[in-house]
């Protein structure tokens, strides 16, 4: 399984971007896909994740900003990001995980996104 992560670059607050996992198979093998961040000095942490049945839900640091839509035929999930801060500059990281019959973990490549204040 691979996952390839794309779309970060440079921004400034207030703006808008558009992260996109395009996942070499389809996204209803996972029970579900999530994205992570990581900022400079600190840890990894969830942003936003979408089970299989769709049910969506989000950190409240970007709760209202940050929607997780996913486009099924392209086997693709999205991390939609409006109302950018400064401080949601970070790497970004694309996950997804089965459970059957083995517990698997996936991650593709970080992206880096960039908010100027």
């Known amino acids: 399984v691979q996952l390839q992560a794309y779309g970060g670059g440079l921004v400034q607050a207030g703006g808008s971007l558009r992260l996109s996992c395009a996942a070499s198979?389809?996204?209803?093998?996972?029970?579900?896909m999530r994205w992570y961040r990581q900022a400079p000095g600190k840890q990894r942490e969830m942003v936003a994740i979408?089970?299989?049945?769709?049910?969506?839900d989000h950190v409240d640091s970007v709760k209202g900003r940050f929607t997780i839509p996913r486009d099924n035929a392209k086997n693709t999930v999205y991390l939609q990001m409006n109302s950018l801060k400064p401080e949601d500059t970070a790497i970004y990281y694309c996950?997804?995980?089965?459970?059957?019959?083995?517990?698997?973990?996936?991650w593709g490549r970080g992206t880096l996104v960039t908010v100027s204040s």
């Open positions: 198979e389809s996204i209803y093998n996972f029970n579900a």
């Open positions: 996950n997804a995980y089965k459970v059957s019959p083995v517990f698997e973990v996936y």
């Open positions: 979408i089970t299989n049945g769709g049910t969506t």
